[in-house]
């Protein structure tokens, strides 16, 4: 292994190597993987080489890093980005055959892969690299090396390696270093894989029925939803207010989760921190100590204000969901306040399953939500799993 001769390790945040079930990890990507990235991962873990090429591997850290997560998520921002460079053309990922797989990061925002059509052996596969910096400059983003792992990793150290377009990389410390962002990695699980749906149910999952009833075919409610130990009437006594019958509905048959892996629903019978009495607290004491001081900014009164925003969702990132509370329950408006601004979207008219159901369908936009993108698959998208952190 070429590179391992030529770098030092980091004394102060040595390398520490991860425990990985290749065979498990193989199986979940559909291919097998290069012995020496294999070796890689189990004599470093995720690794920071030369300061600057950050070699990832399947682990996880709660809150900070999932490999599935971050596959999934770097293989469509690169297909999204490549479709608009290209006039509507973008290469193939994984799980596609040949396709392009992820297997590292930069510090200046490259993102690093493998292409798996360059030889019938993992261990022949040539590093391509997507560059934002030659994309934003109207250049091809995407830059083949004809290098393997070892072969790349050892030439950015002892470099510089000079893309067609773009800025070189290297060269850099010869030094290799423990992630700083995952201090406490963990042995990564594969998810497991839903089985696809036969094209009939699948095409009434995605285009026929409303409602819960439609909600529990596309995704298909846990054994036991997790609610809450307390019971409605001391949510009821804490809030002041019952909550509308359809969310409590929805919290019966789901319970608090997360869905689509960025809406996470509290659970409102959960009387500590992380329960929805808690979200309302914090969200109306961080939102009236702003509004003190932009006043302009946030418009919206807050709970327990007459017809305040009740929070009762949050998303992975800081985004709010709640009700304006005015009138009876089962007629408040649902409002989506972004994390960027106290304005938040009134979605009238809009019961809340029916915008869950439509927003895991992709039919079109709703404010505050992230969109599916054109090639995207909706089921793949339209998960929920538990706990909801």
Same mark, same amino acid.
């Given at each position: ?188 699980? %594969? !998810?497991? =894989?839903? &089985? #696809?749906?036969?094209? @009939?149910?699948?095409?009434? $999952?995605? /285009?026929? +029925? ?10 298909? %409610? !846990?054994? =036991?939803? &997790? #609610?809450?130990?307390? @019971?409605?009437?001391?949510? $009821?006594? /804490?809030? +002041? ?29 959960? +009387? ?53 509370t005015g009138g009876e329950p089962d007629t408040w408006p649902l409002v989506i306040r972004p994390r960027h601004t106290g304005r938040g979207a009134v979605l009238r008219g809009t019961s809340l399953v029916g915008m869950v159901l439509s927003w895991l369908r992709g039919e079109g936009r709703i404010s505050g939500l992230p969109a599916l993108d054109r090639d995207d698959d909706p089921l793949e998208f339209a998960t929920f799993r538990q706990p909801f952190r």
């Amino acid at each position: 292994m070429e590179v391992a001769g030529l770098v030092t390790v980091d004394r102060e945040c040595p390398p520490a190597g991860v425990r990985v079930d290749w065979g498990a990890v193989e199986e979940w990507l559909g291919v097998r993987l290069p012995g020496a990235y294999k070796a890689l991962a189990e004599a470093w873990g995720p690794a920071d080489v030369g300061e600057h090429v950050w070699l990832h591997v399947p682990c996880r850290q709660q809150g900070r890093f999932d490999y599935g997560d971050w596959l999934r998520s770097t293989h469509r921002m690169c297909r999204i980005l490549s479709r608009e460079a290209g006039g509507g053309r973008a290469p193939e990922f994984r799980p596609s055959p040949g396709g392009l797989l992820a297997w590292g990061t930069t510090r200046s925002g490259e993102e690093l892969f493998w292409d798996t059509s360059a030889a019938d052996d993992p261990d022949g596969w040539t590093v391509a690299v997507f560059q934002r910096d030659a994309l934003y400059r109207g250049a091809a983003p995407w830059w083949s090396t004809g290098l393997t792992l070892p072969e790349f990793l050892a030439a950015v150290v002892r470099g510089p390696v000079t893309p067609p377009a773009g800025t070189a990389i290297g060269p850099l410390p010869a030094v290799v270093a423990r992630n700083r962002l995952l201090t406490r990695p963990e042995p990564w699980v %594969p !998810p497991p =894989r839903r &089985e #696809p749906l036969p094209p @009939g149910r699948r095409r009434f $999952a995605l /285009e026929t +029925g409303r409602g819960m009833a439609a909600l529990r075919v596309l995704v298909p %409610p !846990p054994d =036991r939803a &997790e #609610p809450g130990n307390l @019971g409605w009437e001391w949510l $009821a006594g /804490e809030l +002041g207010t019952r909550l509308p019958r359809e969310y409590a509905e929805l919290m019966r048959v789901y319970g608090a989760g997360v869905w689509a892996e960025w809406l996470r629903f509290r659970p409102p019978l959960d +009387g500590g921190e992380a329960g929805l009495v808690a979200l309302a607290r914090a969200e109306a004491r961080a939102c009236r100590e702003l509004r003190a001081e932009f006043p302009e900014e946030y418009p919206l009164p807050v709970w327990p204000e007459p017809g305040g925003l009740l929070p009762f969702a949050d998303s992975v990132d800081g985004d709010v969901l709640g009700w304006l509370t005015g009138g009876e329950p089962d007629t408040w408006p649902l409002v989506i306040r972004p994390r960027h601004t106290g304005r938040g979207a009134v979605l009238r008219g809009t019961s809340l399953v029916g915008m869950v159901l439509s927003w895991l369908r992709g039919e079109g936009r709703i404010s505050g939500l992230p969109a599916l993108d054109r090639d995207d698959d909706p089921l793949e998208f339209a998960t929920f799993r538990q706990p909801f952190r």
